[in-house]
Each structure stands twice: as C-alpha cells, then as structure tokens.
C-alpha cells in the first residue's frame, strides 16, 4: 500500500524495492508499497475497463428478448452475463488498491471515469451481435492477453480469466457471422454493413495514437501496459485480415493492403476527431448508456439493502455463535 514514510531513506529504499520488482518483471501484490502515481494509474485503468465490461453488457442485452432461435438466446444471455461477471472481477482487483466498488460506481456515473468509446455506438441488426463478438471481442483479446503479464498481481489474474471467456466469445461472434454468410442475399448484407459501421470504431478502441497517448509512456516504463496502443491496433489489423477474407466480408478501408517491405498490413487513419468526439460524451448512445446505468443502479437499490442487511445479521449471528 501507498504510504509517507518519515525518513526519507526509508522512501528511497522503498522506491528502489519498487523499481527492482518492476525490471525483474515480478509482480506488485496489494499489501507492497508503491508509488501513488502507480496506484492512481492502476485504478485508472482497472475501473475504465470494469465499467466497459458493464455499459457493454447494454448493447447485445438489447438482442436477447429478439434472439432468432432458442441457441442463439442461450449464447447470447451467457455471454452478456460473462461480461457482467468480468467487470466484478476488475472491480474487485481495483478494490484491492484501497478505492470501495460504490466510489467507483459513483465516478462511472458522475462522468468522472471513462468507459471504451466502442460501447456509445448502437447494435442495429442481428448481425451486430456477431460482428460484436467478432472484432469488438478481438480487439479485446489483442489488447487484454498482453494484460494477463501486468505488473499488477490482481489485475494480471483477472485478465486470465477473462481472455478465457473473450476467446469464447469472439468464435461464437464469429460462427453466427459464418452461419449468415452462408445464408441469403439479405442476410450476407446485413453482415457487410454490420462490418462497415464497425471497423473504425473498432480500430479506436486501441485508444490515440501513441503519440498523441498521454498515459502509454509511464504505463510502459510500470509494465501496467506491455504494448503501446498502435502496436496493438497494427496487431489486431494483421490478425484480422485473414478472417474477413475467409467470412467473405471486405473491410471498409481503401488503403488496406500487405506491405512486404514491413511485414504488415498498411491501413488507413482513424478519425480521431471522431474518438474524442464520444470520449467527450457525444457519441451516437452516450446518453441513452449513461440513463440506462443510472436506472438500473437505482432499480437495484433494494438488492443491495437486502444483501447488506443479511450479511449483517450473519455477521451478528457468526459472532454470537462465537462467544
Ligand atoms: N475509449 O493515454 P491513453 C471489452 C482515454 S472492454 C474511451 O492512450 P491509456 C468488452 C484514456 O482513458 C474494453 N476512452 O490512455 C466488454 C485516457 O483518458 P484518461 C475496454 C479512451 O490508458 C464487453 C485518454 O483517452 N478495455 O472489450 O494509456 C463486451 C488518453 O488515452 C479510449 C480496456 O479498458 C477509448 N477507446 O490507454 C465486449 C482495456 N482510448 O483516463 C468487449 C484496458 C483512450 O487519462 N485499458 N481513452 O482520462 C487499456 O488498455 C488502456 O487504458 C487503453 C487506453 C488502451 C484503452
């Protein structure tokens, strides 16, 4: 934990204890002392990824009651309840760095933390549900597995875990896609546009260029990020190329093309007019995302009350028994 120590020898020997974990590439535990830069950095990030895994439970949640058979209700409801389950994950390991899951609810619904741009656009056909899965979740799991090695013990857990179940979610996303594919004329459509309307915004969920990222440099130099963000959206590029020519979707990029001289596919610019456009809330769905979190904060005041009252009376109950 973050503490003043009194001897300023103490400090730097603290600072220095810190410094070896971090270039040995060990972990930093909860009860290890640490900068406050560090833990405010940590907290940063661990709850703008939690409240993303919640605010981006509300686009597919919207399917479920429209899903076109039984199986496909099934996956969907598993899925969205996977994400909700992988934002109480995150909100426990922010937890640990001393910062309650009401103060972070709080900050989330005051506007105070972020939540990933990707979330403020709309699903409008069934097709969204997979190319959700398919490139929102890719994107995903290119920027969380390098997460499973960050210098923070609980968070690198959690992110285990959760690429698990994100792998899952990306082959389903990208089997309902396949299934349409191999559909009708309509049904092929409504995929290349669902593909359309997505690939940008999935592009900027990497976050700015890295020379306009404020954070990467520090996040790096902690190991609390192992790849700057266009390193990871180069990744993501590479690796999805191949896929979209297998599902037999073009992406919506003129200027996409293999450069052999890099080794990497060439792509065009994001607009990045348009990221900070919705990080600032003005998004095509910020609004209606923010209402929503709020009603069913509110909707769920009396599950918390019934909760706190029942561990209390355990609490009493347990001590009691003690005596
Ligand atoms: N949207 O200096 P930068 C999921 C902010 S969950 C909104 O590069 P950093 C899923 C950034 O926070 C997806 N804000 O920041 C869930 C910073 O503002 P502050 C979430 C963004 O932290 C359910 C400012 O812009 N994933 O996939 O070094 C269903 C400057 O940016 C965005 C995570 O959270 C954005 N796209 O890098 C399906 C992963 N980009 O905080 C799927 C963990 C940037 O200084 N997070 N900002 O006010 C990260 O890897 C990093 O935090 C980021 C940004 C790459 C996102």
Not at 136 to 152: E, F, K, M
Request: net charge negative; with cysteine; charged share 25%.
């Amino acid at each position: 934990m973050t503490t003043t120590p009194a001897e300023p020898d103490l400090q730097e020997r603290l600072q220095a204890a810190f410094d070896a974990t971090i270039a040995r590439n060990d972990r930093i535990e909860p009860r290890d002392w640490m900068p406050e830069d560090y833990r405010r950095t940590l907290v940063r990030q661990i709850a703008q990824h939690a409240h993303s895994e919640i605010i981006g439970m509300q686009p597919e949640g919207a399917w479920i009651g429209r899903a076109p058979s039984l199986r496909r209700k099934a996956i969907l409801l598993a899925k969205v309840q996977d994400e909700a389950g992988h934002g109480l994950y995150l909100y426990s390991a922010c937890e640990t760095l001393g910062v309650s899951r009401a103060e972070l609810n709080e900050l989330l619904l005051s506007g105070r933390q972020k939540y990933s741009s990707i979330f403020n656009y709309p699903a409008l056909s069934y097709a969204d549900v997979g190319t959700i899965g398919w490139l929102v979740d890719g994107a995903a799991i290119c920027n969380q597995v390098p997460l499973c090695r960050t210098s923070y013990g609980p968070y690198g857990r959690a992110m285990i875990r959760i690429c698990k179940e994100e792998s899952f979610h990306q082959r389903q996303g990208y089997e309902l896609l396949m299934t349409m594919m191999r559909g009708t004329d309509a049904q092929r459509a409504m995929v290349q546009e669902s593909v359309d309307r997505f690939w940008w915004p999935v592009l900027m969920m990497f976050g700015p260029p890295d020379d306009r990222s404020p954070n990467s440099a520090r996040s790096l130099a902690w190991g609390v990020k192992r790849h700057s963000n266009d390193e990871l959206r180069q990744r993501f590029v590479d690796m999805t190329v191949p896929q979209a020519e297998a599902l037999g979707v073009t992406l919506p990029d003129p200027e996409l093309r293999w450069n052999e001289e890099r080794g990497h596919h060439d792509f065009g610019e994001p607009d990045w007019a348009e990221l900070d456009a919705v990080i600032r809330g003005n998004g095509p769905c910020n609004t209606q995302r923010m209402a929503h979190r709020r009603a069913a904060h509110e909707d769920g005041a009396w599950v918390r009350e019934a909760a706190s009252a029942f561990a209390e009376r355990t609490d009493r109950a347990d001590r009691a028994g003690a005596r």
